[in-house]
C-alpha cells in the first residue's frame, strides 16, 4: 500500500504541494490516517514532473529511503517548478524487493505511472497471467518485479495497440483485464492509480473483492486556483470530494473532470 498525489494546474515549486500542507505526502509517509492495510510509508518514494515550457520526456526523482530522510528532497522542491506533478510513498507489498528498479513513477515515454494496491499473492497469481499478455515489446521493458509495474505493462499493451485508445479508454480496458484475469485466479485486487501524459491525468478508484483505497479530488481551491489536486488523503482543509469507488477520474487539459462510473 502507497499514499499517492497528483497535480495539474498553474506552475507551482514542488515544495508547494509536496511538502508544505499540513498533511503534506512528507508527512503522509511517516502518519497516514487513512491507511487500511499498513501503518507506515517507509520503503522509498518518488516524484515525476514535466518541463512547463519544454515538450520533453518527464523527470523523475527516486529514492528507496523513507521520503522524510531524504536530504536532497527539501532543495529539489524549493528549485524545480511544474504544472504537472506526480508523486508517491512507498509501503511495499510483503515479499517485493525494496529497490530502485520497483520503485514508481513508472514512465513510457511522456507517460507517468503511479499505483497504491496490490494484487494478492502476485508472484503465484497473475505474474504469469499478466506477462502473456503482453506484447515482445512491453514484456521487455518491465525491469522490476512488482504487481503495479505489470499493471503499468498492461496498459501501455493497450495504449500501443492498432486501435489507439485514449487515456481514459485504455485504463478502462486494463481494469476489465485485471477484473476478469484477478476473479479467474480467485484472489483479490487494489488498484488505485494516477497517470499523466503531459496534458491531462487520468486516476481510478477501483479493486476486484474489496474496498478499493481512498482518493480524493480537490478543484480551484483558494490555495492553488486553476488547478486540480488528486490524492489519497486530504493534503489541507478544504473542499476535498471522495472519488467514488470502482470509478475513472479524467482531468482534461483545461481542468474539466469527469467521472466515469464502472459497472
Keep these: 500500500m502507497c499514499?499517492?498525489?497528483g497535480y495539474l494546474g498553474c506552475t507551482i515549486p514542488l515544495e508547494r504541494i509536496l511538502s508544505d500542507p499540513p498533511h503534506s505526502l512528507i508527512v503522509q509517509s511517516y502518519q497516514p490516517r487513512e491507511m487500511r492495510e499498513a501503518l507506515l510509508n517507509a520503503d522509498g518514494f518518488g516524484l515525476g514532473w514535466y518541463h512547463p515550457t519544454q515538450q520533453t520526456d518527464p523527470f523523475t526523482y527516486k529514492?528507496?529511503?523513507p521520503a522524510w530522510s531524504d536530504l536532497n528532497l527539501k532543495s529539489l522542491g524549493r528549485y524545480i517548478e511544474s504544472e504537472r506533478i506526480l508523486a508517491y510513498v512507498r509501503s511495499?507489498?510483503?515479499?517485493?524487493?525494496?529497490n530502485l528498479t520497483n520503485c514508481q513513477p513508472f514512465q513510457f515515454e511522456r507517460l507517468l505511472f503511479v499505483h497504491n494496491g496490490y494484487i494478492k499473492e502476485f508472484r503465484t497469481s497473475l505474474y504469469r497471467?499478466?506477462?502473456n499478455r503482453l506484447r515482445d515489446?512491453?514484456?521487455?521493458n518491465i525491469e522490476g518485479t512488482t504487481d503495479s509495474e505489470h499493471i503499468f505493462g498492461l496498459l501501455i499493451n493497450e495504449l500501443t495497440?492498432?486501435?489507439q485508445p485514449t487515456l481514459t479508454e485504455a485504463l478502462r480496458t486494463t481494469l476489465m483485464i485485471l477484473e476478469e484475469l484477478v476473479e479467474?485466479?480467485?484472489?483479490?485486487?487494489?488498484?488505485?492509480v494516477i497517470i499523466c501524459d503531459g496534458q491531462q491525468m487520468v486516476a481510478s478508484r477501483f479493486a476486484v473483492a474489496g474496498i478499493p483505497p481512498s482518493l480524493y479530488y480537490l478543484?480551484?481551491?483558494?490555495k492553488f486556483p486553476q488547478s486540480v489536486i488528486i490524492a489519497s488523503e486530504p493534503l489541507f482543509p478544504g473542499n476535498w470530494h471522495s472519488c467514488p469507488e470502482q470509478s475513472i477520474i479524467t482531468v482534461g487539459e483545461n481542468l474539466d473532470i469527469h467521472i466515469e462510473k464502472l459497472a
Design 3 to 5: 499514499r499517492l498525489l
Design 63 to 65: 529514492n528507496i529511503f
Design 92 to 98: 511495499a507489498t510483503p515479499g517485493q524487493a525494496v
Design 129 to 131: 497471467l499478466i506477462r
Design 137 to 140: 515489446s512491453v514484456y521487455q
Design 161 to 163: 495497440s492498432a486501435a
Design 184 to 192: 479467474l485466479a480467485d484472489v483479490k485486487a487494489l488498484v488505485n
Design 219 to 222: 478543484q480551484n481551491d483558494p
